[in-house]
T-cell receptor, first 115, second 110 residues
Framework: GAGVSQSPSNKVTEKGKDVELRCDPI?????LYWYRQSLGQGLEFLIY????????KSGLPSDRFSAERTGGSVSTLTIQRTQQEDSAVYLC?????????????FGDGTRLSIL | QKEVEQNSGPLSVPEGAIASLNCTYS??????FFWYRQYSGKSPELIMF????GDKEDGRFTAQLNKASQYVSLLIRDSQPSDSATYLC??????????FGAGTRLTVKP
C-alpha cells in the first residue's frame, strides 16, 4: 500500500523566499506530524495534527513557520521569508492513532536548501 | 539533561556479532518506546516498538525495556553489513509528544 508521500523531494530557494512543503499521509491515519532534521542531528518536532482537534504548534521555531491540514488528510508546511538556518530535511510522519502502540511512519522527506 | 540520550557512536562490530544499542530517557511517565533505522540520506523506518518491561523479539532484533532504570536497548544478532545505519531511539511521552534521540551510528564490518 501507499506510504507517506512528501513533495517536493528537493527544494533549493533563495533567502527571503517563501516555500511550501506538502505531505500526504497514509490513508486512514488520523495523526500527522512534521519534524525537521538538520545534518547529523536528531529529529526536531515542529507540529502535530490529530483529527479535527486544534494542532499542537509548540515545536514551531518562529512565526515564519505555519502549517495546515485540510480535510483531515493532506498537510502543507509553509516557511515564509526563508533564512539559511532553515536548511534541513523536513520529515512528515503519520500514525493510525496516538496510543502507546501506534508507531509513526515517515515519508522520504523534503531536503530544503536556502542559498 | 536531554530527554532522550543515545551514544552517538560510531559503534563498530564485525559481521556476525551482536550489536547492542542503548538509550536512556528522562520522563518516568513515558508510555512507549520505538527503534527506527535510518540509512544515510533516507527517512527513518520503524524496526520495532516496546511498551512493557522485559524483552521483545522480532527476528534478529530484540528490544529490552527497563522502566525502573529508564533504559531501553536494541540488540541485533548476527549483524550484517546491511545493518550499517543510524539507529534512532524514540520515546512517546504523550499523544503529540514523541522525542527522538540523536541516534547511534552503527557500522558492521565484513
Amino acid at each position: 500500500g501507499a506510504g507517506v508521500s512528501q513533495s517536493p523531494s528537493n527544494k533549493v530557494t533563495e533567502k527571503g523566499k517563501d516555500v511550501e512543503l506538502r505531505c500526504d499521509p497514509i490513508s486512514g491515519h488520523t495523526a500527522l506530524y512534521w519534524y525537521r532534521q538538520s545534518l547529523g542531528q536528531g529529529l526536531e518536532f515542529l507540529i502535530y495534527f490529530q483529527g479535527n482537534s486544534a494542532p499542537d504548534k509548540s515545536g514551531l521555531p518562529s512565526d515564519r513557520f505555519s502549517a495546515e491540514r485540510t480535510g483531515g488528510s493532506v498537510s502543507t508546511l509553509t516557511i515564509q521569508r526563508t533564512q539559511q538556518e532553515d536548511s534541513a530535511v523536513y520529515l512528515c510522519a503519520s500514525s493510525l492513532g496516538t496510543g502507546p502502540s501506534q508507531p509513526q511512519h515517515f515519508g522520504d522527506g523534503t531536503r530544503l536548501s536556502i542559498l | 539533561q536531554k530527554e532522550v540520550e543515545q551514544n552517538s557512536g560510531p559503534l563498530s562490530v564485525p559481521e556476525g556479532a551482536i550489536a547492542s544499542l542503548n538509550c536512556t530517557y528522562s520522563d518516568r511517565g513515558s508510555q512507549s518506546f520505538f527503534w527506527y533505522r535510518q540509512y544515510s540520506g533516507k527517512s527513518p523506518e520503524l524496526i520495532m516498538f516496546i511498551y512493557s518491561n522485559g524483552d521483545k523479539e522480532d527476528g534478529r532484533f530484540t528490544a529490552q525495556l527497563n522502566k525502573a532504570s529508564q533504559y531501553v536497548s536494541l540488540l541485533i544478532r548476527d549483524s550484517q553489513p546491511s545493518d550499517s545505519a543510524t539507529y534512532l531511539c524514540a520515546v512517546r511521552m504523550g499523544p503529540s509528544d514523541m522525542r527522538f534521540g540523536a541516534g547511534t551510528r552503527l557500522t558492521v564490518k565484513p
